[in-house]
């Protein structure tokens, strides 16, 4: 069975789908076999990782044709990086709920992404399964929480990222009633300043829920948007630097207990 880790906040600007592929990527790198699944309308993972202009990536079918269309999942799934293949979202995605609705009043049928993660296990052999969700509470972002084993919550140290802390937490425990395996994997800062003083009050003030704030952090740089940019890669697969190595402490300490290489 593959560990699935759903990446949520319903605050933007948080590097919420760089923590998705550079998670991705650093798994990928020590030989796991990973599927994002982008829950997001914007399609920022498949553009981490190609740039359209420069090169097609044919896709036929998407997630949104897998929940409305009964498309079959192989036709879905597009390689993007060694070890790394992609489900995206489609450009009709951001109408999810309106079709979800519509389907309802119509009495069509459609798959749960909890039907099409259960036919994902039982036939393909991926080690993780990530998704990258929408800046802000929806039913797709749900959907994800009630599939997952774990949650990981990026935020930034302001009164905003405080307070989309908190409802993210209430967010969880409405989900956790429906799905008793999932669990805060953990609270990551972003953006992170050496010398903050706010950033420092707010540590002193152990303002954080459980499981508490982790000990790594994604320092502020512009090295993973240069990476994007300039390279079509998540920064991990491009440059070796303090913003690289903190993905890299990150997925250590989660997935292996340990920091550092």
Known sequence: MAKKITFVNNKGGVLKTSLTVNYAAVLATKGFKILIIDTDSQNNVLTSFVNPLKKKIEINYTLYDLV????????????IYKNIDLITPG?????????????????????????????????????YILFDTEPKKSLSTFSTLLVADGAIIPF?????????????????????????????????????LKRSKLEKVFKEQNFFPKPGLCEVSIPRSISNSNSITFENLPIYLTTKNIVSQAYEDLVNLLEFKKVGK
């Open 68 to 79: 409305f269309h009964d498309a079959k999942i192989k036709d879905a799934i597009v390689n």
């Open 91 to 127: 450009k009709n995605w951001r109408k999810f709920e309106e079709a979800q609705l519509e389907a309802m009043h119509y009495g069509e049928k459609t798959k749960h992404i909890k039907e099409i993660i259960s036919e994902i296990e039982n036939n393909y052999n991926y080690d």
């Open 156 to 192: 930034t140290f302001d009164a905003y990222g405080f307070e989309g802390l908190a409802k993210m937490q209430v967010y969880i425990e409405d989900a956790q009633k429906r799905n008793s395996n999932l669990k805060i994997e953990a609270l990551v800062a972003t953006k992170t």
